[in-house]
């Protein structure tokens, strides 16, 4: 594998989770937290990189990040506009990753029943189909994780600035 065939997953982990009123990626769940199983997982995944993007309570993420055995860990980068949304969290993981890294998965913190042979099909569908990017759903309805092709659309994703984020290119 070249160095242009790096696949990373993202996870998004640095929101507030204002709504549930406590941070949903440090819920327990199955005896370890929802951020330790998500990476846990993804460290059975067909990625190269796992890098955690953090935000609010961002020394507890990653005190549960650090917990999971991996045979490579996982690399945790501090997105200091959390508060600004979760466009610039996916901006500040994209920075973080190699100019050469050739897809990233962008995965929610807050899916923890994730399972890695799921990333490895939307991972085949993208290498089997050429396109940019690949949105998983069910019932009709797209979901998570994204996987994006980072040689045509790195640029243009750092590029967006504000609502609606990720949806412009999505639509295209």
Known sequence: MSMTDLFAALVLAAGESRRMGEPKQLLPWSGRTIIEQIVATLGQSPVDEIVVVLGHRADEVRE??????????????????????????????????????????????????????????????FEASGKGIIVPSHNSRRGHPLLIDLRKYRAEVLAIDGAPGLQTILRA
């Open 64 to 125: 549960r990040v650090e917990q999971v055995s991996l045979p490579r860990p996982a690399r945790a980068v501090f997105n200091a506009r959390y508060r600004d949304g979760m466009l610039t969290s996916i901006h500040a993981g994209i920075a973080a990753l190699a100019a050469d890294t050739r897809a990233a998965f962008v995965v929610l913190c807050d899916q923890p029943q994730l399972k890695a042979t799921t990333l490895a099909k939307l991972r085949a569908a």
